[in-house]
């Protein structure tokens, strides 16, 4: 995963508008005509020769990541309780919630520079100017949204609320830097959060016995630090400084279609979440301190996914639109299959291995977590497929579809399963709600495979 160039063009050079076969029926219908699909040399192409290798490159990262996160989570169990754990799990979800939704800036400049004549560097401060301002007026609304319904003081809302623009920052700059297939450097800067967020936890919550506000702290320190760090080591796609314009065309463009991709991942992000707050009305925190272990334990085998999808998401967008849908096909295939061998694992090992890591209390994590497993294996290869709807094809809107349907069926089931059967209703309603948007990803993806994509409205 160490390509560190964008194809043969030099860093912030403009793209040749036959560089890539062009995204199609896009969230702006002006985004340019369609390319001749067999107009590009597989040399133009970041990371197309490099996918095998910059899989196992992500995967590597993630082998050592998740065993960092497995820990944050064997430490908040043992010094935050479930209550505690809890709490933690709120706070941080009102800021992820508009980070996924802000977050896709990086990526919408990826699809720009696939599309058209573009330069990276103008693109990108656009981007980082448009994730600042944006974040910068979503704060208030966490910190009184987590205080007055998430039912967590003000005061740990409010420190959640300030690791938004940073957040915001890594995120849009790793996304620039995995259109470009520089896929190293996007690992360390993915690697930063976690590990920071151990250290600053260990410090605050172990040694300084700071609870819940010195491990909300902690997170968000890391997100400062990666920000810092991931400003610097990939200032060669933002430099030199410049106050962007952002009500020109490429502005609006970028905040259009970042924004479609990022309700996509709002509504991913509520459909896997929906039910932690129906179980805070039915069972109270310490439920959903339980139930969020059955839940980390479980998406965690997403990781595998996410690396497949990482390693293609440059040759998918650059590459012609036949040699695209194979490789979409192939890496889907593959995401499905690795990850059901996890969970088979998973399946054997989580009755004995939750209550040794966690303790006592945390027993009851091991059902939920057996019983989301069909449902994440199913999933698993969506996040390969939303590389072509919403970046290849720049349909994010189908991608919306896809997670509005989930997280609607798994609404409606939660309401109806968790009053009688807790946590284990919780994720029969998650299981149930990723299986439906699996199907419907797959049909959208065999539909626009069909057909050429300038015959898609």
């Known amino acids: 995963m160490a390509s560190q160039g964008y194809g043969s063009h030099p860093?912030?050079?403009?793209?040749?508008?036959?560089?890539?076969?062009?995204?199609?029926?896009?969230?702006?219908?002006?985004?340019?005509?369609?390319?001749?699909?067999?107009?590009?040399?597989?040399?133009?192409?970041?990371?197309?020769?490099?996918?095998?290798?910059?899989?196992?490159?992500?995967?590597?990262?993630?082998?050592?990541?998740?065993?960092?996160?497995?820990?944050?989570?064997?430490?908040?169990?043992?010094?935050?309780?479930?209550?505690?754990?809890?709490?933690?799990?709120?706070?941080?979800?009102?800021?992820?919630?508009?980070?996924?939704?802000?977050?896709?800036?990086?990526?919408?400049?990826?699809?720009?520079?696939g599309e058209e004549r573009a330069q990276l560097q103008p693109l990108t401060r656009r981007a980082l100017a448009l994730g600042v301002l944006a974040g910068a007026?979503?704060?208030?609304?966490?910190?009184?949204?987590?205080?007055?319904?998430?039912?967590?003081?003000?005061?740990?809302?409010?420190?959640?609320?300030?690791?938004?623009?940073?957040?915001?920052?890594?995120?849009?700059?790793?996304?620039?830097?995995l259109g470009l297939a520089r896929i190293r450097l996007w690992n360390y800067v993915q690697l930063g959060s976690p590990v920071l967020t151990l250290v600053g936890m260990l410090v605050l919550v172990v040694w300084l016995d700071a609870g819940v506000?010195?491990?909300?702290?902690?997170?968000?320190?890391?997100?400062?630090?990666?920000?810092?760090?991931?400003?610097?080591?990939?200032?060669?796609?933002?430099?030199?400084?410049?106050?962007?314009?952002?009500?020109?065309?490429?502005?609006?463009?970028?905040?259009?279609?970042?924004?479609?991709?990022?309700?996509?991942?709002?509504?991913?992000l509520l459909s896997y979440r929906i039910e932690l707050f129906i179980l805070d009305r039915y069972e109270g925190l310490a439920e959903i301190g339980i139930y969020s272990?059955?839940?980390?334990?479980?998406?965690?085998?997403?990781?595998?996914?996410?690396?497949?999808?990482?390693?293609?998401?440059?040759?998918?967008?650059?590459?012609?639109?036949?040699?695209?849908?194979?490789?979409?096909?192939?890496?889907?295939?593959?995401?499905?299959?690795?990850?059901?061998?996890?969970?088979?694992?998973?399946?054997?090992?989580?009755p004995f291995a939750i209550p040794l890591a966690l303790g006592e209390a945390f027993d009851d994590a091991a059902r939920p977590l057996l019983l989301l497993l069909p449902g994440i294996v199913l999933y698993a290869p969506v996040s390969v497929l939303v590389v072509y709807l919403s970046v290849r094809r720049g349909r994010p809107r189908l991608s919306v579809g896809v997670a509005a349907a989930g997280g609607l069926l798994t609404l409606a089931l939660a309401f109806a399963l968790i009053p009688r059967y807790g946590t284990e209703g919780a994720a029969l309603a998650s299981t149930a709600g990723y299986v439906a948007a699996a199907g419907l990803a797959w049909a959208l993806f065999l539909r626009l495979a069909r057909k050429p994509p300038h015959t898609i409205g």
């Open 11 to 113: 860093r912030g050079a403009p793209v040749p508008a036959t560089a890539a076969q062009p995204v199609a029926g896009s969230a702006a219908d002006d985004l340019g005509p369609p390319l001749e699909p067999n107009s590009v040399g597989r040399r133009d192409v970041p990371g197309a020769k490099d996918v095998g290798r910059n899989t196992l490159e992500i995967l590597l990262f993630r082998g050592l990541s998740t065993p960092l996160a497995l820990g944050l989570v064997v430490l908040q169990g043992r010094f935050l309780e479930p209550s505690g754990r809890g709490a933690y799990v709120v706070a941080v979800l009102g800021v992820t919630i508009f980070s996924r939704l802000l977050g896709q800036l990086g990526v919408a400049v990826t699809n720009r520079l």
């Open 137 to 177: 007026a979503a704060i208030p609304l966490i910190a009184f949204g987590g205080s007055s319904i998430g039912g967590i003081d003000f005061d740990i809302a409010l420190i959640a609320a300030l690791a938004l623009v940073p957040n915001v920052l890594w995120q849009t700059t790793s996304g620039v830097l």
């Open 213 to 268: 506000r010195g491990a909300v702290g902690a997170w968000a320190l890391a997100n400062v630090a990666t920000a810092v760090f991931a400003l610097v080591v990939a200032r060669d796609v933002w430099l030199p400084p410049d106050v962007p314009p952002l009500v020109d065309r490429p502005a609006r463009l970028l905040a259009r279609l970042a924004l479609a991709m990022g309700a996509v991942h709002v509504i991913n």
């Open 293 to 350: 272990i059955a839940m980390q334990a479980a998406e965690a085998m997403w990781l595998i996914a996410a690396a497949v999808a990482g390693a293609i998401t440059a040759p998918a967008v650059h590459e012609s639109e036949d040699a695209a849908v194979r490789l979409i096909t192939r890496a889907a295939g593959r995401a499905l299959l690795f990850t059901a061998a996890v969970a088979g694992v998973v399946a054997l090992g989580a």
